[in-house]
């Protein structure tokens, strides 16, 4: 997706996508925060990270559907989840406190 300059789904689901997830995050935060400018913030940067996530994931099913999952080496494959498995510890160790 990266190496492609490309957007596996249209970028009207694109921003759909975003917005749901902001006015989710914006609520889920704005409930556990007293500024709403923090939770502004938060539930901007949550809703971007997880629409980055979710086309990542749509890009992979398309690729393993195509065959061309073998195509990014193995390298690129294991550094990938390396950085998704230390992403899902701070995020779970963050949310543990809520």
């Known amino acids: 997706m990266i190496a492609e300059r490309t957007i596996p789904i249209h970028i009207?689901?694109?921003l759909l996508i975003f917005a749901i997830l902001f006015v989710v995050g914006?609520?889920?935060?704005?409930?556990?925060?007293?500024?709403r400018t923090?939770?502004?913030v938060v539930g901007f940067l949550v809703a971007f990270c997880l629409t980055i996530l979710i086309l990542a994931l749509i890009e992979f099913i398309?690729?393993?559907f195509a065959g061309t999952v073998t195509d990014i080496g193995w390298e690129k494959f294991v550094i990938a989840?390396?950085?998704?498995?230390i992403a899902s510890v701070i995020i779970l160790k963050y949310f543990e406190n809520y």
């Open 38 to 40: 923090t939770a502004l």
């Open 12 to 14: 009207a689901l694109v």
């Open 26 to 35: 914006y609520e889920f935060f704005n409930s556990k925060f007293v500024r």
């Open 81 to 85: 989840v390396a950085f998704c498995l």
């Open 62 to 64: 398309l690729m393993a």
